[in-house]
T-cell receptor, first 114, second 113 residues
Framework: DGGITQSPKYLFRKEGQNVTLSCEQN?????MYWYRQDPGQGLRLIYYSQIVNDFQKGDIAEGYSVSREKKESFPLTVTSAQKNPTAFYLC?????????????FGNGTRLTVT | DQQVKQNSPSLSVQEGRISILNCDYTNSMFDYFLWYKKYPAEGPTFLIS?????DKNEDGRFTVFLNKSAKHLSLHIVPSQPGDSAVYFCAASGQTGANNLFFGTGTRLTVIP
């Protein structure tokens, strides 16, 4: 079955450590995205990539970094510079960049930093 | 500032009745609107969408209505089923696509058997 796989489901880290969240898709989608969800807020865009080796900052990119070396993979690194890293992180992909291409989401990674 | 607003954080409906979820937006440049459904511990899944050139789109039990003058859209589910219990997110985008897809804060729907 085609889909998006995020791992791990739960992740715990100490403050000051960088951590990388994995996202893999086998939908052959060109575009991939990282969103963050906090309680009482909508999903906020961190980074997106419309093509391999290219990515753009979203609304809340500070303290995060990404890479897109392969079409299937779009890992997100939460760096120690991110002031409030504890959140639910969602990876998504779409066939094209247009708003008419619905996003396909993974099941998310819940990151807790203490 | 929230460009897409879902002012009702929760809604409870009896099984078999109609569920109406509402969404308001502020940006008149939005031209595509989507609803996503999210179960606990899962990612959102696409439910239904509507282009700004239409005022209604129907898919089975789900209908989305768009009122551009009021900058308002609504999702109707009829008849409601217990399996519809989930959080529903409204989202809107402009011409440049999903990189500027704006989400509402979600409405938790509970369908009571």
């Amino acid at each position: 079955d085609g889909g998006i796989t995020q791992s791990p489901k739960y992740l715990f880290r100490k403050e000051g450590q960088n951590v990388t969240l994995s996202c893999e898709q086998n939908l052959n989608h060109d575009a991939m995205y990282w969103y963050r969800q906090d309680p009482g807020q909508g999903l906020r865009l961190i980074y997106y990539s419309q093509i391999v080796n290219d990515f753009q900052k979203g609304d809340i990119a500070e303290g995060y970094s990404v890479s897109r070396e392969k079409k299937e993979s779009f890992p997100l690194t939460v760096t120690s510079a991110q002031k409030n890293p504890t959140a639910f992180y969602l990876c998504a992909s779409s066939m094209g960049p247009g708003g008419s291409s619905p996003l396909h989401f993974g099941n998310g990674t819940r990151l807790t930093v203490t | 500032d929230q460009q897409v607003k879902q002012n009702s954080p929760s809604l409870s409906v009896q099984e078999g009745r109609i569920s109406i979820l509402n969404c308001d937006y502020t940006n008149s440049m939005f031209d595509y609107f989507l609803w996503y459904k999210k179960y606990p511990a899962e990612g959102p899944t696409f439910l239904i969408s509507i282009s700004s050139i239409k005022d209604k789109n129907e898919d089975g039990r789900f209908t989305v209505f768009l009122n551009k003058s009021a900058k308002h859209l609504s999702l109707h589910i009829v008849p409601s089923q217990p399996g519809d219990s989930a959080v529903y997110f409204c989202a809107a985008s402009g011409q440049t696509g999903a990189n500027n897809l704006f989400f509402g804060t979600g409405t938790r729907l509970t369908v009571i058997p």
